[in-house]
C-alpha cells in the first residue's frame, strides 16, 4: 500500500497501469478536476491484507445515497433526458447506455462532466453531515473501470469519485462504494446502466469483468483507507432472472477477490429480492464483516400501493419483522435503500416511457390502483412539494419516523434513497430534512482536522 501511494504521489500511476498491458488507459479532459488520468487498471502492487478491529467500532450507519451521478436514473434527474424529442418513442433513451448512445461519446463525455462536476458539491456533502448523516453510499457502473470499445458508455468518472471521497475525509463521512451496474445488466432495469433483457451471468467474460471493476475499488478503498468503509459487490442482482445458487457462486468470488485486498471493509451483498427467510441461503459462513443490504419501498407492488396511510404505516413494522430477526441470529442488516414515497406518480419512477399503477397506466395494469375513488398525480402526489398539503407533510414524517425507529434502532442502519433529486420530493434527502418531514440527528461524523486535533491533544 505504502508503495502504491508513493508511486501514485510521484505521478507515475498511468504509466503503471499502461505498462500491465490489460486494458488501455485514457487522458481525461480538461473538464476534470483532477489533472491525472482516468484510469482503466489499477496496480496490484500492495501490501498483505491487513486486520483491524475498526469495523467492530462502528456506529450506526445514517447514510444516504449518492444516486444517480455516476449512473444516471431518469427520475433523478429527467431534465438528461427531457432533451430527446424523438417522436418515434422507441428511439427515446432510457437509461445511460441509450443515452450515450444516443448523443456519442464526445456530446456523452461534455454532458456527463458537466453533470459530474455540479450535481454533487461538497457544500451537499456538508449539509448532510451537519443534520447527522454518517456515511454515503456512492453507486458506481462497472465502466468507470472497466469499459470496451464497442460500448457507448463513457469513463473518466474517477477523478470525481475521488474528489468526492477528498470531501467526505474533510467532513467526515464514511464511504460505502457500491458496484451499481455490471456488463451485460445484472437485473435489466434502468439502474443499472442498461434497461434489457439481462445477459450478467450468461457468459463468464461478464463475471470476470464484474470482478476486475471490484478488484478496482477494493484498490480505491486501500488508497483512501481512512474513508471507504464498505464495498458493496453488486446492486440488485435478480433472483428472478438468475439461481440463487449462481449469485451465491458469485458472491465467494468476489469475497475472496476483495479479502484478498483488504480486511477493512464491510463486505457487502444484496438479497437479490429473495425474502428474509431465505437469506442464509446467499451467505457462506466463512465470511468475516459481511452485511446484508436490502431495499424497502411500499409503492412497486399492485397490492401495497392500494392501501390508506395508516395501512402504509403499519405495513414499516410488517415488512421489517424478518428482517429484524435476520439481524440478530445472522449478519447484519443495512436498508441501504428507502424513501418517503408511497406512491409511483413520480416521473420516470418506474422507467422512462412507462406509466403508473397509481393512475392505472401501466403495462398490465387495467384499473387505476391508488386508494381513492378518484386517481390522480397532482397534489400530494405530484412533483411540486409546496402544493402538499399540511395533512400530507404531516404523514410523510410519520411514516419515515415509522421506518427510522426500526432501522436505526434494531438494524446495523440505513442509506435513504437519494440525497437529492430534480423533481421527485419523495426521495430527496435534503429537501425532506429542509421541509421537516425528514428528522436531523446529532452530528457524528467528524471532520478530518477536527480528528487530527483531537489525537494531537491526546498525545
Not at 1 to 6: E, T, V
Not at 58 to 76: H, M
Not at 295 to 305: A, G, L, P, S, W
Request: hydrophobic share 40%; net charge negative.
Amino acid at each position: 500500500m505504502l508503495f502504491f501511494k508513493a508511486v501514485k504521489a510521484l505521478g507515475l500511476l498511468p504509466a503503471i497501469y499502461a505498462q500491465a498491458g490489460i486494458f488501455k488507459v485514457e487522458e481525461s479532459s480538461s473538464a476534470s478536476p483532477s489533472s491525472s488520468a482516468s484510469l482503466s487498471i489499477i496496480s496490484e502492487e500492495i501490501a498483505e491484507p491487513s486486520s483491524s478491529s475498526r469495523l467492530s467500532e462502528i456506529e450506526i450507519i445514517r447514510g444516504v445515497n449518492l444516486g444517480g451521478v455516476f449512473l444516471i436514473e431518469p427520475f433523478i434527474r429527467p431534465s438528461l433526458f427531457d432533451q430527446f424529442n424523438s417522436s418515434d418513442t422507441s428511439d427515446t433513451p432510457v437509461d445511460e447506455w441509450t443515452f450515450s448512445a444516443a448523443l456519442g461519446k464526445e456530446e456523452a463525455k461534455r454532458q456527463l462532466e458537466d453533470h459530474w462536476d455540479t450535481f454533487v458539491t461538497k457544500d451537499h456533502l456538508e449539509a448532510l453531515a451537519e443534520n447527522g448523516i454518517n456515511w454515503i453510499r456512492i453507486p458506481v457502473g462497472y465502466w468507470a473501470f472497466n469499459l470496451t470499445d464497442d460500448e457507448p458508455f463513457v469513463d473518466g468518472q474517477l477523478p470525481y469519485i475521488e474528489r468526492i471521497l477528498g470531501w467526505a475525509q474533510e467532513t467526515g463521512l464514511k464511504v460505502e462504494l457500491d458496484l451499481h451496474g455490471a456488463p451485460g445488466s445484472q437485473n435489466g432495469y434502468d439502474n443499472s446502466g442498461h434497461r434489457v433483457t439481462p445477459e450478467w451471468l450468461h457468459a463468464r467474460i461478464n463475471v470476470d469483468r464484474t470482478l476486475d471493476a471490484l478488484r478496482k475499488m477494493s484498490l480505491l478503498a486501500v488508497e483512501w483507507e481512512d474513508v471507504v468503509y464498505g464495498i458493496q459487490v453488486l446492486n440488485e442482482p435478480s433472483r428472478w432472472k438468475w439461481p440463487v445458487a449462481d449469485i451465491l457462486e458469485f458472491y465467494n468470488e468476489a469475497y475472496d477477490l476483495v479479502r484478498g485486498i483488504t480486511n477493512d471493509v464491510y463486505f457487502m451483498i444484496h438479497d437479490t429480492f429473495l425474502g428474509p427467510n431465505d437469506w442464509s441461503t446467499l451467505v457462506s459462513s466463512n465470511w468475516t464483516h459481511a452485511l446484508m443490504d436490502t431495499h424497502i419501498y411500499q409503492m412497486f407492488d399492485n397490492y401495497i400501493i392500494t392501501l390508506n396511510e395508516s395501512a402504509h404505516i403499519n405495513m414499516v413494522s410488517t415488512m421489517a419483522e424478518n428482517v429484524t430477526r435476520f439481524d440478530r441470529t445472522n449478519i447484519g442488516v443495512v436498508v441501504g435503500e428507502f424513501s418517503a414515497a408511497t406512491h409511483d406518480c413520480t416521473k420516470y419512477i418506474n422507467g422512462l416511457g412507462r406509466g403508473s399503477r397509481w393512475e392505472g397506466t401501466l403495462e398490465y395494469v387495467d384499473h387505476p390502483l391508488c386508494p381513492f375513488e378518484s386517481c390522480s398525480c397532482t397534489g400530494d402526489y405530484g412533483s411540486d412539494y409546496t402544493q402538499f398539503s399540511d395533512h400530507y407533510k404531516r404523514f410523510l414524517r410519520r411514516y419515515i419516523d415509522a421506518q427510522l425507529s426500526i432501522y436505526d434502532q434494531e438494524l446495523a442502519g440505513w442509506f435513504y434513497w437519494n440525497f437529492r433529486t430534480e423533481s421527485a420530493p419523495e426521495w430527496d434527502y435534503l429537501l425532506g430534512v429542509e421541509q421537516g418531514w425528514i428528522p436531523k440527528f446529532p452530528r457524528t461524523a467528524i471532520p478530518k482536522s477536527i480528528e487530527e486535533e483531537v489525537s494531537a491533544t491526546d498525545l
